[in-house]
């Protein structure tokens, strides 16, 4: 059986002020927020798997090393400023690393990053990011997608992201 991909940002385990997104106001506090995503993320996600985090993993060295922890799969951390508390944390674990601020999924004809590119390498490659400023804009740059937690309740695999995009174009074709 292969190995599942996903991708994912902005799970913001730890972070107070994540319970003010519209998205987790019926969380009572920070660690019913963190039981959730932990919980959702183990659903999906089996100890072979690997997950890119394209950034927004944690708020604090704490709340990082305790989500790392419990959670399944293979974690690639891409370098984000907003994670600084994954540099000293992620090195402990061997199930994680930390890759650069753009990579690719050649296999999956896909480019990374936690902000939104205007441009990308690969003539019809596609391009998930994460940065909350965008939720979806698939009307606006063709073949890109927001991969943030929030706007799926969920990890998402690429192929998903994939076959939503595909079916965007077809259903906006003039």
């Not at 419990?70 to 400023?81: D, H, P």
């Not at 740059?141 to 174009?169: A, Y």
């Amino acid at each position: 059986m292969e190995n599942k991909i996903f991708i994912t940002a902005n799970l913001f385990f730890g972070r107070k002020q994540a319970l003010k997104l519209p998205k987790r106001t019926n969380f009572k506090d920070v660690n019913e927020m963190n039981v959730f995503i932990g919980t959702q993320w183990n659903k999906q996600v089996s100890p072979n798997d690997i997950v890119y985090v394209l950034g927004g993993f944690a708020h604090d060295p704490i709340s990082c090393n305790n989500s790392i922890e419990r959670l399944n799969g293979n974690i690639v951390f891409l370098n984000c400023a907003l994670d600084k508390s994954i540099h000293d944390v992620a090195k402990m674990y061997t199930h994680t690393i930390i890759a650069g601020e753009i990579i690719e999924i050649p296999n999956k004809n896909s480019v990374l990053c936690y902000y939104p590119l205007e441009v990308w390498q690969g003539k019809n490659s596609y391009h998930f990011f994460g940065s909350e400023k965008l939720t979806t804009d698939l009307n606006r740059i063709k073949n890109r997608m927001n991969v943030s937690f929030d706007n799926f309740g969920r990890l998402v695999t690429p192929e998903e992201c994939i076959e939503m995009i595909e079916i965007f174009k077809k259903t906006t074709r003039n």
